[in-house]
């Protein structure tokens, strides 16, 4: 019914960037809050950055003032944009929505995209 892609992961040096993107389509009626997870190896899921549709932003620690998060709420996308990537800023990259949709009634579905390796190099 929905549906999540991310784009923009690859191999990039220490203090390098990369710009991450995330679309979402289908039977959208619209999206409210937007984040970005990773998944490191052998380590759980944690929350990078979130954002509102107000545009309304969340970091952990480790990325504030290195990575930035936006969306453009007409395209129905997000980006995070990272800079001065470490070798500890590699993991699975996840796009994560709660996108409002219309099927008998209105109802909020956690949609998940499959995901964006990004690796840092030393």
């Known amino acids: 019914q929905v549906q999540l892609v991310e784009s923009g992961g690859g191999l990039v040096q220490a203090g390098g960037s990369l710009r991450l993107s995330c679309v979402a389509s289908?039977?959208?009626?619209?999206?409210?809050?937007m984040a970005w997870y990773r998944q490191a190896p052998g380590k759980q899921r944690e929350l990078v950055a979130s954002?509102?549709?107000?545009?309304?932003?969340n970091y952990v620690d480790s990325v504030k003032g290195r990575f930035t998060i936006s969306r453009d709420n007409a395209k129905n996308t997000a980006f995070l944009q990272m800079n001065s990537l470490k070798p500890e800023d590699t993991a699975v990259y996840y796009c994560?929505?709660?996108?409002?949709?219309?099927?008998?009634?209105?109802?909020?579905?956690?949609?998940w995209g499959q995901g964006t390796l990004v690796t840092v190099s030393t």
């Open positions: 994560n929505a709660a996108i409002r949709v219309r099927v008998t009634t209105f109802t909020t579905l956690d949609a």
């Open positions: 954002i509102s549709r107000g545009g309304d932003t």
């Open positions: 289908g039977s959208i009626f619209r999206i409210d809050n």
